[in-house]
């Protein structure tokens, strides 16, 4: 855990090339603390894309819960072809958080998590 590159001593990054943006709309939520305003305790990165009330495209990233934002691939796959409503969101949250493992004082970011996950999602598709 105390290596989080692969550079090398006198590299350095000078672009990064990321693919087109999926269709849809893109929110980003950041929940912190009141006494600190950089700090995400938890936040959450959507992009939901919507076809006759079913989702037919989604990205979902998490920050604030581990060393490194990490996109959750798990909940993306509980919400394609799934339709827009409270009930998916929650699965998807469920199936993001299923392996998480709390450290005693930090368990509270679980629930966070999902809860700050199904409010980006319905917002989201509300408006895509």
């Not at 509980?78 to 929650?90: D, F, H, N, V």
């Amino acid at each position: 855990p105390h290596i989080e590159t692969v550079l090398g001593p006198g590299e350095m990054i000078t672009s990064v090339v990321l693919p087109p943006p999926p269709s849809g709309r893109q929110i980003y939520r950041k929940v912190r603390d009141r006494a600190s305003y950089e700090f995400a305790l938890v936040s959450v990165a959507a992009v939901v894309s919507t076809d006759q009330g079913a989702i037919s495209e989604a990205r979902v990233a998490f920050g604030g819960v581990a060393h490194k934002p990490w996109r959750s691939i798990e909940a993306e796959a509980a919400l394609i072809s799934r339709p827009a409503t409270m009930a998916t969101y929650r699965a998807a949250a469920e199936a993001a958080m299923r392996d998480a493992v709390g450290q005693g004082h930090n368990d509270f970011k679980i629930e966070l998590a999902k809860r700050t996950l199904c409010r980006t999602l319905a917002q989201a598709a509300q408006a895509s």
